[in-house]
């Protein structure tokens, strides 16, 4: 079946840019999204992209589509204490179900 | 708009007991979706509902693993008996279809995270 995957853990200073990575294999993906898990509490859309863009912004959030070499990244301007959670990428497959990453654990230093 | 319900928030019992969680959709939405979320992985995919029906249970352990999605709104998945493998955070998720494109959003409650000893 078809598969993403993401670096497990990210650390960076705060108000440095943070860069979140992620590859797929499904060809035929038309939506990519990230989630954001904060402790005890629900999976939450941050932002997604649509296969035929290259690049979407949204505030802080620059999210990047290089769909020759399947690759998404998420980048956050300025990463604050808040920005601490753990970041999942999801691939909508045909089926109009979602593939999930195994999440990338963002810590934030001081 | 009340977000995705479900309860109980944590769940102990011994393996082979059952279990039983319960999901309340957000309002109007008529697609319900079951994960189970192991720690350290991503969310895997039990059962997805379209109303009252079953789109894909193809991942759901149907010896131990079973839901129901009455009148079409509210959920529960029962889990019985519970094996040692089981323990893992169980999310449920609801989406209105018609808005499933562009974004294809999907609202998910906390979760009930389950300990089986």
């Known amino acids: 079946g078809e598969d993403v995957e993401q670096s497990l853990f990210l650390s960076v200073r705060e108000g440095d840019s943070s860069v979140i990575n992620c590859t797929y294999t499904d060809s035929s993906s038309t939506y990519l999204y990230w989630y954001k898990q904060e402790p005890g509490a629900g999976l939450q859309l941050l932002t997604y992209i649509f296969s035929n863009m290259d690049m979407k912004q949204d505030q802080r959030l620059t999210v990047l589509l290089n769909k020759k070499d399947k690759h998404l990244s998420l980048r956050i301007a300025d990463t604050q204490t808040g920005d601490s959670a753990i970041y999942f990428c999801a691939d909508m497959d045909s089926n109009y179900q979602l593939i999930w990453g195994a999440g990338t654990k963002l810590i934030i230093k001081p | 708009e009340a977000g995705v319900a479900q309860s109980p928030r944590y769940k102990i019992i011994e393996k082979r007991q059952s279990v039983a969680f319960w999901c309340n959709p957000i309002s109007g939405h008529a697609t319900l979706y079951w994960y189970q979320q192991i720690l350290g992985q991503g969310p895997k995919l039990l059962i997805q509902?379209?109303?009252?029906?079953?789109?894909?249970d193809s991942q759901l352990p149907k010896d131990r693993f079973s839901a129901e999605r009455l009148k079409g709104v509210d959920s529960t998945l029962k889990i019985q008996p519970a094996k040692l493998e089981d323990s893992a955070v169980y999310l449920c998720?609801?989406?209105?279809?018609?808005?499933?494109?562009?974004?294809?959003?999907?609202?998910f409650g906390p979760g009930t995270r389950l300990t089986v000893l």
């Open positions: 998720a609801s989406s209105h279809l018609l808005e499933l494109r562009p974004k294809g959003e999907q609202f």
């Open positions: 509902f379209q109303n009252n029906g079953v789109v894909d």
